[in-house]
């Protein structure tokens, strides 16, 4: 209803309501909006840099400036969260003519925006009455809150969520409702979450999706692997690469993507635009094709690559460059994922397919191998850049303009432009070599940027940051690892590889391949050092240090709790599910031990290394046939000639659990009826047969712990190193069992048990397949 002259919107009547539909949560907070404190009453106004802090004091409403963007907008964001965390924004189409002459004020019982444009009204899913549908759409850019080309709905007729290119082509589809599961069918991470709660409501009046985070009941707060987020603030949004995010806020006010849909960025339709290439393991993922540049770079710069590339240099169509008499040519571009829209045609041989293209004036590019001739006309989309070895890619051959292949014509004149360019060249060196030292100086200790680009250190700055690799925090088969201090004060963890053959390209390319797996429960890597023999990488520092040393170092007085245990076994399981099952190659660990699971300031687990067996060789690529890893821990597997699969890391988190129950070394026998055992042994009679079997567990616990969970945690040990891999459990089945998704049976009796049973003349032998016990 207009007011005067103003455009306006009205709000709902409920404030409660208002925040529930901006945010897009469904999280039940009961948050009412200030001025000064935390409301605004019918004689009060917002305007200019005023704003108001909702009463948890997790949001401000205001006006403000997207990035380095000069337009303002009436949005909603986190108070403490650096950089600026936007959830909503009022009128994302046109930004407030002036923030300081428009006002938001309580109208008639109702929250009115004066001088502006509607509110959006923001709910997922479809009222069936109304025929209204609710849907989330992306950004622009990281700078400009109007509707991108990516938006997130319910199609009806097959109650599953949907992500649209440009409103019309379906790239992405959740799959249809599972009751049984209460998950959707294709995104099968949601049926282990125990952060969340997923509803699906289908009704005579309306269908849509919910979801709300799980609280621990006794504290009233909210946990992710043993953090502590007293506020369980998460986010589910559509951004500006096409994917579908929920993102968790951790203690150090740093966003973790817990869920990301879909899975690659590369998978995301025309990401890259016209005539762009997108590579997973590069940052940024998107360059544009030899012979093309952005059509505006700034955009790029804000990760907004839909504005295509364009030519350099015009093509001739067939005709011949008046200039020097020469016409088009094609440019090899090798190892590339064709786009999908490519038309074959029948031809003899390779000369033929080079030949029809060149005489069509509108085809831009063809291929031609053993799986024939294919033409391309018009825009190249979807064009993705494989990694080496990648034996889907193929060659392609762009259409370029004769200049673009020009180098040695004219030599006398190349001769003259060589000679002036130098000079030229040379003095702007000259001046620009201060500028650039104190810019890099500036830039250099950056680290990971908003885009999670890795930083590229030198080495001698490493060594300062070390103090010449003086503070050892720990070290093993791949290196040593000492503690650094960035001069912006960031803690980190420098590892100092050892026998990396790789060149310089090759180490690159592994080392972005390892950047781009990010996960809650796996150390984070910054950045990396190539310089010549010396191959380093920067790592997040873990103050809390490695889970070993909390378990075997008697001296430390910080003894870890069962529930803390607990989900250091959960968290570190999750880490694998996401190496083994969610990464676009699966990564075998092959060095899974408590040195390498390493705890946060909030005792978070994180998985350390995941990479490094990657990265020392490509053979650990697939399936494994050399011995890597530590005694204690290695899988039969590797003893007996036997390919080895990712089941070697689940041998090895099942030995490594032990420890975490016993708090001693599997190695270290203790004491059973005045004989030694061997830990997993002497435990197998108290876990199948019976007994207490909180007498398993570190003498510095004093029994304090769930005895349903001891064993729980110790039969999913026992069947992680069963004899035959078919018989342990997957990573992902680990976690189910572990939040109790999945019941845990008896396991069976692993023979390795009777190699190191002492005392096998009582044994009862019952087999690799038999379930008994040890006497």
Same mark, same amino acid.
């Given at each position: 209803?207009?007011? =005067? ?14 925040? #529930?539909?901006?945010? #897009? ?78 006002? #938001? ?49 319910? +199609? ?23 009751? $049984? ?32 985070? &799980? ?17 369980? +603030? ?62 505006? $770079? ?83 989309? !979807? ?22 292949? $020009? ?13 002036? *360019? ?31 680009? %890795? ?80 191959? %380093? ?13 909390? %378990? ?32 676009? !190659? ?5 060095? &899974?031990? /408590? ?36 005694? *204690?821990? %290695?899988? /039969? ?19 490594? &659990? ?41 003498? $510095? ?11 729980? +945690? ?53 087999? =690799? ?7």
């Amino acid at each position: 209803m207009p007011i =005067s002259s103003a455009k306006t919107m009205y709000f709902k009547k409920s404030l409660l309501s208002f925040i #529930l539909v901006v945010l #897009l949560q469904c999280l039940f907070l009961k948050i009412h909006l200030a001025i000064g404190a935390d409301t605004i009453s019918a004689n009060q106004s917002l305007c200019g840099d005023q704003t108001i802090v909702s009463t948890s004091g997790i949001f401000i409403l205001g006006f403000f400036a997207p990035g380095t963007s000069s337009n303002y907008y009436l949005g909603m964001w986190y108070k403490d969260v650096t950089p600026q965390t936007v959830v909503w924004v009022a009128d994302r189409e046109k930004p407030v003519s002036d923030r300081f002459s428009s006002q #938001l004020r309580v109208s008639h019982g109702n929250l009115v925006l004066f001088n502006e444009s509607k509110f959006p009204i923001c709910k997922l899913g479809h009222n069936k009455k109304t025929k209204h549908k609710q849907i989330i759409t992306s950004w622009k850019n990281l700078e400009d809150p109007s509707p991108g080309l990516f938006s997130l709905e319910l +199609v009806l007729s097959e109650n599953s969520f949907v992500i649209l290119w440009n409103k019309s082509l379906i790239q992405w589809s959740s799959g249809g409702w599972d009751e $049984r599961y209460e998950s959707f069918s294709l995104i099968p991470e949601m049926r282990l979450s125990d952060y969340y709660n997923f509803t699906f409501v289908s009704n005579d009046n309306e269908i849509y999706f919910t979801y709300s985070l &799980i609280p621990d009941k006794k504290k009233n707060i909210y946990t992710f692997n043993n953090t502590v987020n007293a506020y369980g +603030v998460s986010r589910f949004v559509i951004d500006v690469s096409g994917q579908v995010k929920e993102l968790i806020l951790m203690p150090n006010k740093e966003w973790d993507v817990y869920l990301s849909q879909p899975r690659e960025q590369c998978e995301v339709h025309a990401f890259c635009g016209a005539y762009g290439s997108c590579k997973e393991v590069s940052v940024p993922f998107c360059n544009c094709l030899r012979g093309f540049q952005p059509k505006l $770079r700034h955009d790029w710069d804000l990760n907004d690559y839909f504005g295509r590339c364009v030519r350099k240099t015009n093509l001739q169509c067939g005709n011949t460059d008046r200039a020097n008499g020469e016409r088009d040519r094609f440019a090899e571009i090798p190892g590339v994922l064709t786009p999908e829209n490519g038309q074959s045609v029948k031809v003899k041989n390779f000369a033929t397919c080079e030949s029809i293209c060149y005489n069509s004036r509108s085809c831009t590019a063809y291929s031609n191998d053993n799986t024939g001739c294919f033409i391309w006309n018009g825009d190249l989309i !979807d064009l993705q850049q494989l990694g080496e070895g990648d034996r889907r890619g193929r060659s392609l051959y762009i259409r370029l303009a004769a200049s673009e292949f $020009r180098s040695t014509k004219n030599g006398k004149g190349l001769i003259i432009g060589v000679v002036v *360019g130098s000079t030229i060249g040379s003095i702007l060196l000259l001046v620009l070599i201060p500028f650039l030292v104190l810019r890099r100086k500036k830039r250099l200790f950056i680290g990971k940027g908003m885009d999670g680009s %890795l930083m590229a250190f030198e080495y001698r700055d490493l060594q300062n940051a070390t103090k010449n690799f003086t503070e050892k925090l720990g070290g093993g088969g791949f290196g040593s690892v000492f503690k650094g201090i960035l001069p912006d004060s960031t803690m980190i963890a420098v590892k100092k590889l050892e026998s990396i053959g790789q060149g310089e390209k090759q180490f690159r390319a592994e080392v972005s391949t390892i950047g781009t797996i990010q996960h809650v429960n796996l150390v984070r890597l910054r950045g990396f050092c190539s310089q010549g023999t010396q191959k %380093l990488l920067v790592y997040d520092y873990m103050s809390k240090g490695s889970l070993a040393s909390h %378990l075997f170092d008697k001296s430390n007085l910080n003894v870890l709790d069962w529930k803390t245990r607990y989900q250091i076994a959960l968290g570190a399981a999750r880490g694998l599910v996401y190496l083994h099952e969610k990464c676009r !190659d699966c990564i075998i660990h092959c060095d &899974i031990k /408590p040195e390498n699971v390493l705890l946060d300031a909030e005792f978070s687990p994180k998985v350390a290394d995941f990479g490094l067996a990657k990265l020392v060789g490509r053979e650990f690529s697939g399936v494994l046939t050399t011995v890597r890893g530590t005694r *204690g821990y %290695l899988t /039969p597997e590797w003893i007996t000639g036997v390919a080895v699969t990712s089941t070697a890391d689940v041998y090895s988190f099942g030995m490594m &659990i032990f420890e975490l129950v016993s708090g001693r070394r599997n190695s270290e026998q203790v004491e059973s009826g005045r004989k030694l055992k061997y830990f997993p042994s002497f435990a197998i009679n108290v876990v199948i047969v019976g007994g207490d079997l909180l007498s398993l567990l570190d003498d $510095r616990l004093e029994g304090n712990a769930d005895v349903e969970e001891v064993g729980i +945690v110790c039969k999913v040990a026992y069947w992680c190193i069963q004899d035959d891999e078919a018989q342990r459990p997957s990573m992902s089945e680990v976690v189910q069992m572990l939040t109790g998704i999945m019941d845990v049976s008896l396991p069976l009796i692993p023979r390795c048990l009777y190699i190191f049973d002492d005392n096998e003349e009582n044994v009862i032998f019952f087999g =690799s397949n038999s379930q008994g016990s040890l006497e």
